[in-house]
């Protein structure tokens, strides 16, 4: 059963720092058939319910008038992060804005209310730590394919996410340590910012959360990841039909020829390889394939 570790807020318990919730409907009703772990970092650490609201002020958290809470805050970071090691979560799920679990935004420390890019601190612990992490903002009724925008949508970041994680998931039999630890969330973030300039266009779908993605640039399908946790649920099937239907010709990709798996399922779906083949290594390489039924 999948594991998911959630902001107790979010699952209507009253630990916000004044003293409520922010309970999703939409959330526990993905929850349902699924091992659920609370986790409030900020009581985690020792902080009281309720408590004095707290903002990251030039890389130290600290309330309104000025005391650090940082310590408190660190403790129940750490605390989260090994409860996620202990228990091999598949996803993390977190409160956004919060300078505990905000993944994308939090506040930017003048207690104005005014939001900056960001991660709170054990959110940043877990994204490094390579935890699929996605916060309270990214949660969507059904499901959809959306379309990002341009390189500074904030949903490129949801994209990276699942590419960072599915990606050393799926090459963790067929490359080097030292590889796979190179594709972070932060690389991947930037290699797909670096396609999208040059002119691909990136969906994500959401099913609840963010789960799948690609990229297509004239007629070539790429980067199509799916969360490892959300496989053979028919969403990788899903989104290359749609990417398919978005190629301007006929459409065409390329795989790792160690990808065995992948290659089998592309010839499912009616791909076949074309000869062409760009060498990587002396024993490694990748070949290209198109659509040809």
Known sequence: MMKVMVSACLLGENVKYNGGNNRDETLLAFLQDKTVL???PEVMGGLPCPRPCGEI???????ADGKSVDAEYRRGAAAALDIAKKNAVDLVVLQQRSPSCG???IYDGTFTGRKIPGHGAAAALL???????????EIVQGQQIVPVDNPDDPRIESAAMIHAVSWRDSHREICSPDFLAGHT???QLGHL????DRGARLYVLYDT???ALVTVADSLIENLYVLPCMQNKGYGTHLLHHAMAQCAGTPTLWILSTNT????WYDRLGFTPTGNRHDLTPTLYEYEMKFTR
């Open 193 to 196: 910012r670096e396609q999208m």
């Open 127 to 137: 994204i490094d730590a390579g935890f699929a992490t996605f916060d309270s903002s």
């Open 57 to 63: 002020v030039d890389g130290v958290v600290r309330t």
């Open 38 to 40: 609370s986790i409030c």
């Open 209 to 211: 959360l963010p789960v």
């Open 261 to 264: 798996r992948a290659a089998a």
């Open 103 to 105: 993944v994308h935004m």
């Open 185 to 187: 969330y932060s690389h």
